[in-house]
């Protein structure tokens, strides 16, 4: 059923987040700039397109759909570090409720970034009607980048806003009602949107790749609670606009799977549409590299601040789906996703730390320049390598420029603390054993940045939000569940095997099944935000995990924040709760 709604939900979102929008209207990039009317057209976007670095922020829409999933686990750190109200304990363990602050902010920042394409929308749109192409060609874009971000509020709260006037009341949209509309505004401007400006702006095979995954998830949104009924009509249009990038030839897989996340991936043939952070943005941030790591792990030599936070590690649960998948061989000799090795202990004969710790091992280091350092990639285990402090603060250094050591740990309250490594663990849980600044396998999947000028709060690094390894994937699923395993397992393994820069490189599949392509989808998506999507659809979002045994179904959907229920209480049924809520 339609309702409508007032402009006090966005009006309540933004006022809750002035505070902090003193520097997200400078966000203008070098492919965003002119002068006149096309300077206006930039002033426009820009606010829309920069904002979308705050709405996926780890502590707002990030946050929101990794730690519910089973691919992550944020602690009470050594009951010192992480609580923050307890958002991220009931997050994982799904006891979210409305007053929650990860769902606030993350609700928050995506209606203030609908807000601000609506209003982008009604400035180019005067412009567009009289001919300006450029207006018309940005004023796609922001139909297409609006469309974007419904889906988001239709993923995780179950409902769309349809606004064409900030004059106007919004109408909230549920269920079919919702994919439709967003159907509607992406096929308005896929044959007219740009076909050419990168990934960091909407084009149409980011259009074409946004109605693919609208129509694959389609099922799951008109009956959110239910079990999803995947139709044929569907998958028909899952295939048919992933079949229209595949065949564009506009894109390809990257051998290297962790060039993806690098400094230069801007460049990155794989990418379709990501945050575009080519050093000029003033809100490009690090947040996704040093949110996992080891908070004693100092990952540049240039920068004494840049270290990691402790923070989420993945569950047990899903390390042990590596596990399963390739048995008694390491998932490291086995999948050029799980790892990158970057450091040289082995090389240097220190793979053996037996009676070793920090206070002896003084001469227990290799010696390398700044710009050839790089900590290790991927899933990371055990003993991490990395610049260590001295007494005074600074980075120890040699004649080839800085030592690289096993890490300290000079973090938390353990009894570790300052006399051995950082060791990292596979258990990490709620107990008081499970939550030391140790536990926990931790993810290292984007490059801290070389273009940054201070580690953790810039980067170099484009944020990828959907890339052509996705688009395989979903055509995949989309066969797979149409009966098609022959196709469904060549496109698998187009992906599973396309990494080949160096080894290990993959072997490919013999077979396909839906509980095989959730696997692969794990593998190859880990930590990029669609884990809990993929759970919902592939109906293990019951599951049980570490510290998570909820089985409730409402819980599908997050609840709408208690402050825009309030916001928008002076019309009763304008907003209404999400169930279970």
């Known amino acids: 059923m339609k309702n409508i709604i007032k402009n006090t939900v966005f009006a309540i979102s933004i006022l809750l987040m002035s505070s902090c929008s003193d520097l997200k209207e400078e966000v203008l990039d070098e492919s965003l700039t002119g002068a006149g009317q096309a300077e206006a057209i930039s002033g426009a976007i820009a606010p829309a397109y920069g904002q979308v670095a705050w709405t996926w922020r780890h502590t707002n829409y990030y946050g929101l759909q990794l730690i519910p999933s089973d691919e992550a686990i944020l602690p009470y750190r050594g009951g010192t570090d992480w609580y923050d109200g307890g958002k991220f304990l009931a997050a994982h363990s799904h006891s979210i409720t409305s007053t929650n602050d990860l769902v606030k902010s993350a609700w928050t920042e995506l209606t203030i970034n609908i807000s601000r394409t609506l209003t982008a929308i009604e400035v180019l749109t005067p412009m567009a009607e009289e001919g300006n192409t450029e207006a018309q060609s940005a004023l796609y874009e922001m139909k297409a980048l609006r469309a974007y971000l419904n889906m988001l509020t239709l993923d995780s709260w179950g409902l769309a806003f349809k606004k064409e006037s900030s004059n106007e009341n919004s109408e909230i949209l549920r269920g079919q009602d919702a994919v439709d509309y967003i159907e509607s505004e992406l096929l308005s401007v896929v044959d007219v949107i740009n076909t050419d400006k990168g990934s960091g702006r909407m084009t149409q095979s980011a259009v074409w790749g946004f109605l693919a995954r609208l129509n694959l998830n389609a099922a799951v949104y008109r009956?959110?609670?239910?079990?999803?009924?995947?139709?044929?009509?569907?998958?028909?249009?899952?295939?048919?606009?992933?079949?229209?990038?595949?065949?564009?030839?506009?894109?390809?897989?990257?051998?290297?799977?962790?060039?993806?996340?690098?400094?230069?991936?801007?460049?990155?043939?794989?990418?379709?549409?990501?945050?575009?952070?080519?050093?000029?943005?003033?809100?490009?941030?690090?947040?996704?590299?040093?949110?996992?790591?080891?908070?004693?792990?100092?990952?540049?030599?240039?920068?004494?601040?840049?270290?990691?936070?402790?923070?989420?590690?993945?569950?047990?649960?899903?390390?042990?789906?590596?596990?399963?998948?390739?048995?008694?061989?390491?998932?490291?000799?086995?999948?050029?996703?799980?790892?990158?090795?970057?450091?040289?202990?082995?090389?240097?004969?220190?793979?053996?730390?037996?009676?070793?710790?920090?206070?002896?091992?003084?001469?227990?280091?290799?010696?390398?320049?700044?710009?050839?350092?790089?900590?290790?990639?991927?899933?990371?285990?055990?003993?991490?390598?990395?610049?260590?402090?001295?007494?005074?603060?600074?980075?120890?250094?040699?004649?080839?420029?800085?030592?690289?050591?096993?890490?300290?740990?000079?973090?938390?309250?353990?009894?570790?603390?300052?006399?051995?490594?950082?060791?990292?663990?596979?258990?990490?849980?709620?107990?008081?054993?499970?939550?030391?600044?140790?536990?926990?396998?931790?993810?290292?999947?984007?490059?801290?940045?070389?273009?940054?000028?201070?580690?953790?709060?810039?980067?170099?690094?484009?944020?990828?939000?959907?890339?052509?390894?996705?688009?395989?994937?979903?055509?995949?699923?989309?066969?797979?569940?149409?009966?098609?395993?022959?196709?469904?397992?060549?496109?698998?393994?187009?992906?599973?095997?396309?990494?080949?820069?160096?080894?290990?490189?993959?072997?490919?599949?013999?077979?396909i099944g839906l509980d095989v392509l959730y696997r692969e989808l794990g593998f190859e998506f880990y930590w990029e935000g669609l884990r809990r999507t993929n759970q919902i659809r592939f109906s293990h979002y019951e599951d049980s995990w570490t510290e998570k045994t909820d089985t409730d179904v409402n819980n599908r959907l997050f609840p709408i924040p208690q402050v825009a229920i309030d916001g928008a209480s002076n019309t009763p049924g304008y907003l209404e709760q999400n169930k279970g809520y």
């Open 223 to 511: 009956d959110p609670y239910g079990t999803p009924n995947f139709t044929t009509e569907d998958m028909d249009k899952v295939i048919e606009y992933t079949d229209n990038i595949i065949n564009s030839g506009k894109f390809s897989l990257s051998p290297e799977y962790f060039d993806l996340f690098n400094d230069s991936n801007s460049n990155n043939a794989e990418l379709i549409f990501a945050l575009d952070q080519r050093g000029v943005l003033k809100n490009e941030h690090s947040r996704w590299a040093y949110w996992s790591l080891p908070g004693s792990m100092f990952p540049r030599p240039e920068f004494t601040n840049a270290d990691g936070t402790d923070g989420p590690a993945i569950t047990s649960d899903f390390y042990q789906t590596w596990v399963d998948a390739y048995g008694s061989v390491d998932p490291a000799d086995a999948d050029p996703r799980f790892l990158q090795k970057n450091t040289q202990e082995v090389t240097y004969g220190l793979d053996d730390l037996t009676g070793l710790s920090p206070l002896n091992d003084e001469d227990h280091y290799y010696c390398v320049g700044a710009e050839d350092f790089e900590i290790d990639r991927g899933i990371l285990r055990g003993v991490t390598w990395a610049v260590r402090k001295d007494e005074n603060g600074a980075f120890y250094t040699c004649d080839e420029g800085y030592r690289i050591y096993p890490v300290k740990q000079i973090k938390g309250n353990g009894t570790d603390k300052n006399v051995d490594y950082v060791n990292l663990t596979q258990q990490a849980d709620f107990t008081n054993e499970g939550r030391a600044h140790h536990t926990g396998y931790r993810v290292s999947k984007y490059q801290f940045s070389h273009t940054s000028n201070n580690g953790n709060n810039y980067s170099s690094v484009d944020l990828v939000l959907m890339r052509y390894a996705e688009i395989y994937m979903m055509r995949a699923e989309a066969k797979l569940r149409k009966g098609d395993a022959a196709s469904a397992l060549a496109d698998v393994n187009t992906v599973k095997t396309s990494r080949n820069a160096r080894e290990p490189i993959a072997t490919a599949l013999s077979s």
